[in-house]
């Protein structure tokens, strides 16, 4: 089975950054659409941002600007830069493998990992 793990979370003040990763194995990770998503408290998971085999991008509105998602498949990585942090991204932020059709981004795997908390608070 495909293992996903998140790394990178932490605490920090608002305006502050944080730099996510996501290790990928058992999968032949460059041919795969990768996307970066967070659950809030008393929230649904949403997507945040969004990258193609083709390095395409896709970000969620409230991110557009701050995040930038970015690939590296020698390393089988898929990382998420987050600049001027707000406490309402404070969430688990977990990473999939996605597949878009029409336009929307579909996390393919069913089981998540674990997470990486990300709190940002003053």
């Known amino acids: 089975q495909v293992q996903l793990v998140e790394s990178g979370g932490g605490l920090v003040q608002p305006g502050g950054s944080l730099k996510l990763s996501c290790a990928a194995s058992g999968s032949i990770f460059s041919i795969n659409a990768m996307a970066w998503y967070r659950q809030a408290p008393g929230k649904e998971r949403e997507l945040v941002a969004g990258?193609?085999?083709?390095?395409?991008?896709n970000y969620a509105d409230s991110v557009k600007g701050r995040f930038t998602i970015s690939r590296d498949n020698a390393k089988s990585t898929v990382y998420l830069q987050m600049n001027s942090l707000k406490p309402e991204d404070t969430a688990v932020y977990y990473c999939?493998?996605?597949?878009?059709?029409?336009?929307?981004?579909?996390?393919?795997?069913?089981?998540w990992g674990q997470g990486t908390l990300v709190t940002v608070s003053s």
């Open positions: 990258i193609t085999a083709s390095f395409s991008t």
């Open positions: 999939n493998i996605a597949r878009l059709r029409g336009g929307v981004w579909y996390a393919a795997l069913e089981v």
